[in-house]
């Protein structure tokens, strides 16, 4: 492989992953643009579907000097920036997401991070705006204790449905 080849991450417009992918392979671009396998429930029907890992990212395989053209295609809003400069990502990175999405169906990517005893804000569902403090996290769940009307009640909850409070 050239050493001057990177990989980096792009934006792109809101749902325009898959379309910014077909716009990257008709120019001869090397890009990845993960896709997920999920099952979306209709009224009427329930059906596989793909779609992207990364909403509103593409990844992008260029050499350096050849990274600004990059933004010229329909679709790309920028790079993802890391302290001033595009974002580089490792081969091995990219090597473990194809490899994670071969392995699994259906997988989530989070960025809610957690610890033992944050306070939290439920942000949806039946216990919406409910106040409490992690007891233990666990994947992409964490228990909370909810003290309300003079009562603790103890609940798991998926970590996208809880806010960190600040301290």
């Known amino acids: 492989m ?8 792009v934006y792109t417009r809101p749902r325009w992953e898959k379309k910014v992918a077909a ?11 993960p896709l997920n396998k999920v099952y979306k429930q209709w009224s009427d029907r329930k059906k596989l579907v793909t779609e992207p890992l990364f909403k509103g990212y593409v990844f992008v395989q260029v050499e350096e000097r050849k990274k600004w053209d990059i933004k ?19 081969d091995e990175e990219i090597i473990t997401i194809k490899k994670f999405l071969q392995e699994f ?3 989530e990517v989070t960025h809610t991070s957690l610890d033992v005893n944050d306070n939290v804000v439920v942000k949806d569902g039946l ?8 007891l233990e996290v666990f994947g992409n769940k964490a228990v909370v204790r909810v003290q309300s009307i003079g009562a603790t009640i103890t609940a798991t909850f998926e970590k996208k449905k809880l806010q960190k409070l600040d301290a």
């Open 2 to 9: 050239n050493d001057s080849l990177h990989w980096y991450v």
């Open 23 to 33: 716009l990257l392979q008709d120019k001869g671009i090397t890009h990845y643009c």
């Open 105 to 107: 169906e259906s997988v």
């Open 72 to 90: 010229l295609i329909d679709g790309i809003v920028n790079y993802v920036y890391w302290q001033g400069k595009p974002a580089k990502v490792k």
């Open 127 to 134: 216990m919406m705006n409910y106040k409490g403090i992690v």
